[in-house]
């Protein structure tokens, strides 16, 4: 059946570095994919939408040159945070739209990450 | 834009007894309302979902009810088992953008 894969499930690096955190549909075409964060014991909160072979769309607060998105591919989408700080560390959860009107959203495990 | 308020923030419950989430969100617009499961250090997974068109919808032990006219929306579990330990968060939607909740962590003590 359908399923969203992230990949990776945890990835601890020093501060400076930058991470990449892919998101794939199994099984179906997704031309649109949501990126969300989630810190301890609070809600999801959407990041941007990320539309297959163009240009992503930012929420407010988001900045996009600090999480870069690319929908290259219907099965493909990643989030790269550049040059991570402390306060990036968070749980990212990507997930793409399924069903007649895309709205049920199936989404992926989820990436811990932890900027030292 | 949309907001979305959830109470409570957590639920204690026993084992066999019923458990209810509530929901109200701000635009009348908003058509979708999905309800998901989140269980620790994992992605949210969608237990049920419910559209502007229809009032109540139920599968199996689980059920949600609409009230357009109040706009809000509740989740009820009967007969909870501790399996359904988690966080719950419901969500509203108008044009596939999804507004969450601050959900609810639900503990069923055996």
């Known amino acids: 059946g359908a399923v969203v894969s992230q990949h990776p499930s945890r990835v601890i690096c020093k501060s400076g570095t930058s991470v990449k955190i892919e998101c794939r549909s199994l099984?179906?075409?997704?031309?649109?994919m949501f990126w969300y964060r989630q810190f301890p014991k609070q809600s999801l909160m959407l990041m941007a939408t990320?539309?297959?072979?163009?240009?992503?769309?930012?929420e407010q607060g988001v900045e996009k040159d600090k999480f870069l998105i690319n929908h290259a591919s219907l099965t493909l989408s990643t989030l790269t945070v550049t040059s991570a700080h402390p306060e990036d560390s968070s749980f990212y959860i990507c997930?793409?739209?399924?069903?007649?009107?895309?709205?049920?959203?199936?989404f992926g495990s989820g990436t811990q990450l932890s900027v030292l | 834009g949309e907001n979305v308020e959830q109470h409570p923030s957590t639920l204690s419950v026993q084992e066999g007894d019923s458990a209810v989430i509530k929901c109200t969100y701000s635009?009348?617009?908003?058509?979708?309302f999905p309800w998901y499961k989140q269980e620790l250090g994992k992605g949210p997974q969608l237990i049920i979902d419910?559209?502007?068109?229809?009032g109540e919808k139920k599968d199996q032990r689980i059920a949600v009810t609409l009230n357009k006219t109040a706009k809000h929306f509740s989740l009820h579990i009967t007969e909870t088992q501790p399996e359904d330990s988690a966080v719950y968060f419901c969500?509203?939607?108008?044009?596939?953008?999804?507004?969450f909740g601050q959900g609810t962590e639900l503990s069923v003590k055996p």
């Open positions: 997930s793409a739209g399924t069903g007649a009107t895309n709205e049920k959203l199936l």
């Open positions: 099984d179906f075409q997704a031309t649109t």
């Open positions: 990320s539309n297959e072979g163009s240009k992503a769309t930012y």
């Open positions: 635009d009348s617009a908003s058509n979708y």
């Open positions: 419910i559209r502007s068109n229809v």
């Open positions: 969500a509203a939607s108008r044009g596939g953008k999804l507004i």
